[in-house]
Structure formats: structure tokens, C-alpha cells
């Protein structure tokens, strides 16, 4: 087992981390940026470094500044928690030259699951469900082809890179063009690499995603479901396990396809195998991530296993101590992300001093955060602040668990999206259980509709 990890991130999953080595009784290193010199993750680890300015790519992206970071501590795996980092092949190879551990998938298994293109051939040879489309596009005229042959609607993804970007839904021929172009220059902006697919456009769907543990012995296995349909612009908001659209056969099938996947690439690590879920039941392969998901503690909830503990122990080398018969679920959870930003005001970005801060509590009540009061939200970063995980013995005390906790939190000196969490957990959509992943357009209608 490692004695000194380097936590290569910031925020509520730098301190989630940095909690989970202390129970392991390992030590850890923080990095942090000028504008994080007093945040929570840097006060409770036993080292800290500087690694540059405010900008992410001054420090949290800065490799060089990373990787003297963990030499000259000692440490001996870098945990790269999720963005930033995670995915990127580049900082993996250059861990593996330095002799240091990187808590993950190694570089070669990034690559090819990063590449959605390939990703999405490898399964279809394993024999997982994959969403109707195209390989990699040479040009805009013969893509305007092939769209013709796979049918409007229709959606033009980046083949690398992840977050929403890179996405383009098409609704006709008139369309493709200027779409095709402008996700062209957003997958070359953000990711270096302009290359596209055609993946035909499924409505209404549900977006569910399985999480998987694998070891390096050969050993996967499935913590069961994530219902993620709560999106805006490609991002969740919410998060629950287990869905309450999906049967038992269902949620059957569709492990045995996700530790299929994880078994077809030789997958080692945390991994989560997402997929659309159509009106039909039908379900199909969309991509699979390589890292620790935000919203792991839902699953945490519902199993009692620590995956971030579980993620450093398969790194070390140790085997699942569990086969999927002895991987038990119980009761229902669900997640609210937390994000500093108006949502009546174009969801705009809230920064400064957080004045007063209550944190929800109660049993099977958590907040995972990095807040405290006093503490500055800097402008630079993502705007999630938190993510309140409850779990009740069934969705709908769960449901109501979760408002509670909600109503409890108190974040003063920012503005947060709480009320709006609320708001949707109210909707007799959400509560129902019928809501897919196009929820947020007609619900942000009726909740304006309603203050006027």
C-alpha cells in the first residue's frame, strides 16, 4: 500500500480524497493555485506546494509544476480526482516515467476509451448494445451524406474529450453544415483534436450510467445504476440510484453490459460505463469514463462501499475482496449539486465571501464541500460548491429527506442553486420517476411561468 499519496486537484473531491487516505492511514500532499493558498484541502493535508497562478492551466494543468510537486514530497501515486487531469493520457505517460503511481487507467486504456470513435468500435465487437451512427467523419460533404443515411435528428460529437463540449444537435439538412463547422472548432479549442462522429439523436431517453470496480487480477465488478436525466446544456444536476424507471431484467442486462465492456479493454480502476435508456427499453452504449464520477457518493450510499478507498487499494495491486453476488444495495439515494450562481439570473457565476455557512445533517445526511465560513469563492473555477447526498429506506422518503436537507443548508454571501433543487424535486415529473433527459427545458418553463 502507498504511505504518501499527492492529491492532484482542488475543492469538495481534493478534500474528499485527502479524508479517505487519512482512514487509510496514508499520507497526503496538497497542491494548490495563488488563489487557493487557504482552502480546506490545502489545511488538511500534511504537505502542501504551490504549483502556479489562479488560471487552471498555470497550475492545476501545469504537469511539470505537478509531477517536481510529488517527487520532491516522495509521494508515491498521484490521485488525479475528477477533470482537471483524470483523462489526460500525456500527464498518465509522464507519471509512468517518473515512477510514480497514478491512481487510474494507464495511459494506453485512456487513449482508447478517450477516443469515443474506437471506444465505440470495441464495444460492438464485445457485443454491447451501442447508439445508432457513424465512425470517424472525413469531410463536411461526405458527412452530409452519411447524416442523410443515419436520419435527422441527429447529434455531431467530438471523438475526444467529454463535458458537453464538442456537441452539436441537428435537426435537418439546413442545419448540418454550420453545425458541423462550429463543433469542429470547439472539439479543436478544447481538446486538440477536431475529429467527429454522427450518433443518431434518440427522444426521449434516459440517461443512466453504471459504475464499475476493477481490479488488476481480472476481477470487475458492478455497483449498480446512476439515473443522471437531470441535465442542463449536458451537465447533471441530479442524481439518484436506483433509477425508478429501469426493472429488475433491466438493471440486470445492463450490468452484465457494463462488466462485458470493462472485461473487453482489460479495464483496471474506477470506471463508469454510461448509456441512453429509450421509451422502448432499449438501451445503448454512449461512452465510457475513465475516472472517479462526481457523483460516486451516490453509489457510496446505497452499497456501504468506499470506491474512492477501493480506487487506491486496486491501485496498489490488491483484488476485490467481493464478487458481484456479495455486492448488496440498500434502501434509495439521491445527489443535489451544489453550485455557486443565480439560477433567475441566466444561471450567471457567484463569487465572494461566504458570511454564514449551516451545513444539513441528520442520519444518512451528507455534504460533501470544501466551504467554510469566511472562505472566498475565487472566480476561476467550476461553480459547484458541494453536493448534498441523502439515503432513505425508499425514493420518496428519500425524496423528502433530501428537501429537508436542503431547506437546512445555508450558504450565505454567494448565491446557490438550492431553491431551484428544490423546486425540481417537487415537480410531479421527477417525482413520478418519467423524466428524461430533456426535463430541464420544459421544467425551466413552467418554474418562470410561475413567477410571473
Known amino acids: 500500500m502507498f504511505s504518501k499519496i499527492l492529491v492532484a486537484n482542488r475543492g469538495e473531491i481534493a478534500v474528499r480524497i485527502i479524508r479517505a487516505c487519512r482512514e487509510m492511514g496514508i499520507d497526503t500532499v496538497a497542491i494548490y493555485s495563488t488563489a487557493d493558498k487557504d482552502a480546506m484541502h490545502v489545511q488538511m493535508a500534511d504537505e502542501s506546494y504551490c504549483v ?120 435537418s439538412p439546413e442545419e448540418f453544415e454550420n453545425a ?63 433509477s425508478p424507471s429501469i426493472s429488475p431484467e433491466t438493471r440486470k442486462a445492463m450490468m452484465e453490459a457494463a462488466v462485458k465492456a470493462a472485461h473487453a479493454v482489460n479495464y483496471n480502476s474506477v470506471g463508469t460505463v454510461e448509456f441512453l435508456y429509450d421509451k422502448d427499453g432499449n438501451f445503448y452504449f454512449m461512452e465510457m469514463n475513465t475516472r472517479l464520477q462526481v457523483e460516486h457518493g451516490v453509489s457510496e450510499m446505497v452499497t456501504g462501499m468506499d470506491i474512492v478507498q477501493w480506487q487506491i487499494r486496486v491501485a496498489a495491486g490488491t483484488a476485490l475482496n467481493r464478487t458481484q453476488d456479495k455486492v448488496y444495495f440498500h434502501g434509495h439515494a439521491i445527489e443535489c449539486r451544489i453550485n455557486a450562481e443565480d439560477p433567475d439570473n441566466n444561471y450567471r457565476p457567484s463569487c465572494g465571501k461566504v458570511t454564514a455557512l449551516h451545513v444539513p445533517g441528520g442520519s444518512f445526511v451528507r455534504f460533501d464541500t470544501a466551504l467554510s465560513q469566511d472562505y472566498v469563492i475565487p472566480p476561476f473555477y467550476d461553480s459547484m460548491i458541494g453536493k448534498v447526498i441523502v439515503q432513505g429506506r425508499t425514493r420518496e422518503l428519500a425524496i423528502r429527506k433530501m428537501k429537508m436537507a436542503l431547506c437546512e443548508l445555508n450558504v450565505r454571501g454567494v448565491k446557490v442553486n438550492r431553491d431551484l433543487m428544490v423546486d425540481i424535486l417537487s415537480d410531479k415529473e421527477f417525482t413520478d420517476g418519467t423524466y428524461t433527459t430533456d426535463f430541464m427545458e420544459d421544467f425551466e418553463k413552467r418554474r418562470k411561468m410561475n413567477f410571473r
Open 52 to 171: 502556479g497562478g489562479a488560471k487552471v492551466a498555470d497550475s492545476y494543468l501545469n504537469m511539470p509544476a505537478i509531477l517536481t510537486a510529488a517527487v520532491e514530497s516522495g509521494a508515491q501515486a498521484i490521485h488525479p480526482g475528477y477533470g482537471l487531469l483524470s483523462e489526460n493520457a500525456k500527464f498518465v505517460q509522464l507519471c509512468e516515467k517518473c515512477n510514480i503511481e497514478f491512481i487510474g487507467p494507464t495511459s494506453e486504456m485512456i487513449n482508447l476509451l478517450g477516443d469515443k470513435d474506437m471506444a465505440r468500435k470495441t464495444m460492438r465487437a464485445a457485443g454491447v448494445p451501442v447508439t445508432p451512427g457513424t465512425d470517424v467523419l472525413e469531410d463536411v460533404e461526405s458527412a452530409k451524406l452519411l447524416a442523410g443515411e443515419v436520419g435527422y435528428p441527429l447529434l455531431i460529437k467530438a471523438r475526444s474529450g467529454g463535458g458537453g463540449r464538442g456537441i452539436r444537435l441537428v435537426n
Open 180 to 242: 458541423y463547422n462550429n463543433a469542429y472548432a470547439e472539439a479543436e479549442s478544447a481538446f486538440g483534436d477536431g475529429a467527429l462522429y454522427i450518433e443518431k439523436f434518440l427522444k426521449p431517453v434516459k440517461h443512466i450510467e453504471m459504475q464499475l470496480l476493477c481490479d488488476k487480477h481480472g476481477n470487475a465488478i458492478c455497483l449498480g445504476e446512476r439515473e443522471c436525466s437531470v441535465q442542463r446544456h449536458n451537465q447533471k444536476l441530479i442524481e439518484e440510484s436506483p
